[in-house]
């Protein structure tokens, strides 16, 4: 069962929610219901809530901030939106504060509640799951890089790689046999990251089938293994392995060129000096990957996002084939991309909105890494995002010049957002997002800004009634337009003719 919270200022609002579904049967207990933000706050840590149903608008505390502090400590709960007609900005501000959903206050009826909570139910039950899996993953994780240590000397220490071994619940046999297996397709660049998986899979069932084995990819398309052999001879033990695995990867994969060369030592800490002779040095020259990170920064602080794709690309294979670049050197670079990146995000609006919900998981997904793969993932995935935001960009910005266009040549008429999308042929939510991405402000500020200047010519130059120069600027209502010309020019439409005709008359 989980525990759910209802946070509203309207008592109506509180009974109507609490009664017009048994929440037991989507299986929620309903463990409080708070009139603001900041009651929730104060039971927040005695109820532990997993769901947060909340308005926007409350005193003291609002739903906005509520879900902020929420985020801030248990970013696993749940929040929805509580949200009443023509509250949008609040609605996409809470969906910024890391609001998962909303909900319209007037639509309120079983059906519409129960929905959310079967689906709320569903994220929750998938975000606990994800968690336990969470746990093994970054055991596995864990477990790879101390293999890869190990492998390559860099845990030097008996009694060190003792403890390892033990936490790891790694049990060794007298007789280690220590392969490498590698895999040399015939074009590189075909040879993705899926395919890598499946190798190190296919790999690893083959091993596994035959004994107990530790594998490890230590860089593109090599593979390390260490076999623990309990037999009186470890070369048929080894020759055996051999055999099962070039049947699997050169019949079941296809893969026509499978190097696999082995050794034996009854000495764990022999085992680097066994690799070091086995691995096979890299088909390209090493090339200094802080001078090209350094190039991949220099090209985003200019926006050059194509220079900046390409030479990710580069850093990404040099990640892959690069066995002596560590992983606190590793680390470093990419936080050096990713600072270069937040800085980029300041002077691009368009950059900013694209990775607005994927910066925070890229920074989260670093501090992940362990492996240079993981690392190389993990450069993959930015320049992903950068060649889609590419993709997208020109017909985005093509689309919100016309509505611009639209705008200029509609703005003194009574237009709305509905008539601009139309027009556009997108949704009115669309368009609002993309027009802010391009212009770097909304729909309605940008159709202010045009009437606010077009009013201010007509006060300067003319000597017509204020109403007659509110209708002019696309103004039905006098007293609304006196209202927004104060709003953005700090005085009333009246105010800034006399300044002006006062500044004309000094002249």
């Known amino acids: 069962m989980y525990r759910a919270i209802i946070v509203d200022d309207e008592l109506l609002i509180r ?24 009651a929730a706050l104060d039971a927040f840590e005695q109820l532990k809530p997993d769901f947060v149903l909340t308005d926007t608008r409350m005193p003291i505390c609002d739903g906005i901030e509520l879900i902020r502090q929420i985020k801030q400590k248990y970013p696993e709960t749940i929040c929805v939106i509580l949200s009443a007609y023509g509250d949008l900005d609040y609605v996409k501000e809470g969906m910024r504060a890391g609001a998962e959903d909303y909900l319209l206050k007037l639509d309120i009826t079983s ?81 993705k990251e899926e395919l890598q998986e499946t190798a190190k899979r296919t790999i690893g069932q083959t091993l596994f089938s035959s004994g107990t084995w530790l594998l490890a990819d230590l ?58 002779q086995l691995i096979p040095s890299s088909s390209h020259p090493p090339v200094p990957v802080y001078d090209m990170v350094q190039e ?37 670079n990419c936080s050096y991309i990713l600072m270069g990146l937040q800085t980029s995000m300041k002077h691009d609006s368009l950059l900013a909105q694209w990775l607005q919900d994927s910066i925070q998981g890229l920074t989260e997904d670093l501090s992940g890494c362990f492996s240079p793969r993981d690392f190389a993932r993990w450069i993959n995935h930015l320049n992903s995002l950068l060649e889609e935001m590419m993709k997208n960009r020109a017909p985005a910005a093509s689309m919100a010049e016309r509505a611009a266009k639209y705008i200029q040549k509609h703005f003194t008429e009574e237009i709305f957002l509905d008539n601009i999308a139309d027009y556009c042929g997108v949704s009115p939510a669309y368009l609002s997002r993309i027009f802010s991405q391009e212009h770097g402000k909304g729909v309605l500020e940008y159709l202010t800004e045009l009437r606010i200047r077009k009013a201010k010519e007509l006060l300067s130059d003319t000597n017509e009634k204020i109403y007659r120069i509110a209708a002019l600027s696309g103004y039905s209502d006098a007293v609304y337009f006196n209202k927004v010309f104060k709003k953005n020019t700090g005085m009333t439409p009246r105010e800034y003719r006399l300044q002006k005709k006062t500044i004309k008359d000094k002249k």
């Open 15 to 38: 009974v109507a929610y609490q009664s017009i579904v048994n929440w037991q049967d989507y299986g929620f207990e309903l463990a409080g219901v708070f009139e603001n933000g900041q």
């Open 296 to 332: 991949v920064v220099n090209q985003l602080l200019q926006l050059h996002y194509p220079e900046t794709a390409g030479l990710l690309k580069k850093i990404r294979l040099q990640f892959l084939e690069n066995a002596a670049l560590s992983p606190s050197a590793l680390l470093n």
């Open 111 to 191: 059906e519409s509640l129960g929905a959310l909570l079967s689906s709320t139910a569903d994220k929750l039950k998938n975000l606990k799951h994800s968690q336990v899996e969470s746990v093994s993953q970054e055991l596995e994780k864990g477990r790879d890089e101390f293999l890869r240590r190990w492998i390559l000397g860099e845990i030097k220490e008996r009694d060190t790689l003792t403890d390892y071994l033990k936490f790891y619940k790694i049990r060794l046999s007298r007789s280690l046999i220590c392969m490498i297996i590698q895999i040399c397709p015939e074009n590189p660049e075909d040879f």
């Open 219 to 276: 860089r593109f398309c090599i593979f390390c293994a260490i076999g623990c052999c309990d037999d009186s001879n470890p070369d048929l033990y080894a020759e055996n392995a051999k055999k099962s695995l070039l049947f699997s990867l050169r019949s079941v994969m296809n893969f026509s060129n499978v190097s696999i060369k082995w050794k034996y030592t009854d000495e764990i800490l022999s085992v680097p000096r066994i690799f070091s």
